[in-house]
């Protein structure tokens, strides 16, 4: 079982558990940063493709995230929910 601890701040302790989960979910970002990649162009900041830091309109695992985050994010706060800082 995954458990998360606060101890100050969240947080994971490293298990197989853990591992497991965390090889799932990026087999996920990746699957999902695949079909968007064939349909849907991902916008970077243009500083982000100037320095290297992505690839101009690719998706890869940190976008799919952060959208992910966002999308949810802005779910909640429509039903009244506040997302933690």
Do not use: Q
Request: net charge positive; aromatic share 14%; hydrophobic share 40%.
């Amino acid at each position: 079982m995954l458990r998360a601890f606060n101890n100050g701040s969240w947080y994971i302790p490293k298990t197989k558990t853990w591992l497991d989960v965390y090889s799932k979910w990026i087999r996920i970002l990746k699957f999902i940063s695949s079909i968007l990649n064939g349909s849907v162009s991902c916008h970077h900041p243009r500083l982000f493709v100037k320095y290297g830091l992505r690839e101009k309109s690719v998706w890869t695992c940190a976008d799919v995230e952060m959208a992910l985050s966002a999308y949810s994010a802005k779910k909640l706060s429509s039903f009244g929910g506040k997302p933690e800082p």
